[in-house]
């Protein structure tokens, strides 16, 4: 299976983890990464690594990632900016490779919200504020391109929350740990290979105990979840 990922830096750390998953499971896998630190769509567009792959190869999947710190924006500043970009992917994407699924990496919010917007949007000035508009904004650019959702904030809030136990940030609290890597991997995994991560490959940088925690909570959370079914259905565009 030919897959692009094109995203910021933290495509970079899960797409090194998708990679092991994917080989040591037996699967086939040729994935090609175009990341850009800090790297918007626009930055992407304007840059066009990842449009110039899609003229040149074939592709099965290919997964899109908007940054943090603009997928938690109001809809007006989104559709004049995330939108306008990710229509020139999603168009090129389909003119060159007409049969491939395409996908959205919904991120995690930063661990403290995104303080610099401060009065401007104080709402996500906390995680909660900024991962819930993440979460949202996803859900309706995937409605209104007709792609596919790997969402990965959703269920990052819920572990989050529900396992504070374990670490899923570095300590600039806003790339994943390996933790956090792992667990982005194996929702994504998910997503693209519609499989359980249950009895595929553990990750050297993780204890086997914590590899088989996140299995479990991906199998029994991510696959045919009716809950987020419901919210996504909720949500307008």
Same mark, same amino acid.
């Given at each position: 299976?030919?897959?692009?990922?094109?995203?910021?830096?933290?495509?970079?750390?899960?797409?090194?983890? %998708?990679?092991?998953?994917?080989?040591? /499971?037996?699967?086939?896998?040729?994935? &090609?990464?175009? #990341?850009?630190? #800090?790297?918007?769509? &626009?930055?992407?567009?304007? /840059?066009? #690594?990842?449009?110039?792959?899609? &003229?040149?190869?074939? %592709?099965?999947?290919?997964?899109?990632?908007?940054?943090? @710190?603009?997928?938690? %924006?109001?809809?007006?500043?989104?559709?004049?900016?995330? @939108?306008?970009?990710?229509?020139?992917? !999603?168009?090129?994407? &389909?003119?060159?490779?007409?049969?491939?699924? !395409?996908?959205? @990496?919904?991120?995690?919010?930063?661990?403290?919200?995104?303080?610099?917007?401060?009065?401007?949007?104080?709402?996500?000035?906390?995680?909660?504020?900024?991962?819930?508009?993440?979460?949202?904004?996803?859900i309706k650019l995937a409605k209104n391109f007709n792609v596919e959702l790997a969402p990965v904030g959703y269920y990052w809030k819920k572990f989050y929350e529900t396992f504070p136990e374990f670490e899923l940030y570095l300590s600039d609290n806003s790339h994943? #740990?390996?933790?956090?890597?792992?667990?982005?991997?194996? !929702?994504?995994?998910?997503?693209? @290979?519609?499989?359980?991560?249950?009895?595929?490959?553990?990750?050297?940088?993780?204890?086997?105990?914590?590899?088989?925690?996140?299995?479990?909570?991906?199998?029994?959370?991510?696959?045919?979840?009716?809950?987020?079914?419901?919210?996504?259905?909720?949500?307008?565009?």
């Amino acid at each position: 299976i030919n897959i692009m990922v094109v995203g910021s830096s933290y495509t970079a750390y899960y797409q090194r983890v %998708l990679k092991e998953i994917v080989t040591l /499971d037996g699967d086939s896998i040729n994935l &090609r990464t175009i #990341s850009i630190g #800090s790297a918007d769509f &626009r930055i992407q567009v304007n /840059d066009g #690594s990842a449009l110039s792959y899609n &003229r040149q190869n074939p %592709l099965d999947y290919v997964m899109l990632q908007e940054a943090a @710190y603009m997928a938690c %924006l109001h809809d007006s500043s989104l559709q004049s900016s995330t @939108y306008v970009a990710t229509k020139t992917l !999603i168009d090129s994407i &389909r003119f060159y490779n007409p049969d491939t699924r !395409i996908g959205l @990496y919904m991120t995690h919010a930063y661990k403290n919200g995104h303080s610099d917007y401060g009065d401007q949007d104080p709402v996500v000035c906390t995680y909660t504020g900024m991962q819930d508009r993440i979460i949202d904004n996803y859900i309706k650019l995937a409605k209104n391109f007709n792609v596919e959702l790997a969402p990965v904030g959703y269920y990052w809030k819920k572990f989050y929350e529900t396992f504070p136990e374990f670490e899923l940030y570095l300590s600039d609290n806003s790339h994943p #740990s390996h933790h956090g890597a792992y667990l982005t991997a194996c !929702i994504i995994y998910a997503t693209i @290979y519609n499989k359980t991560p249950l009895g595929t490959s553990l990750y050297e940088k993780l204890s086997e105990e914590d590899c088989l925690f996140i299995h479990q909570y991906v199998h029994d959370n991510v696959l045919n979840d009716k809950e987020f079914q419901e919210y996504y259905n909720s949500v307008e565009i």
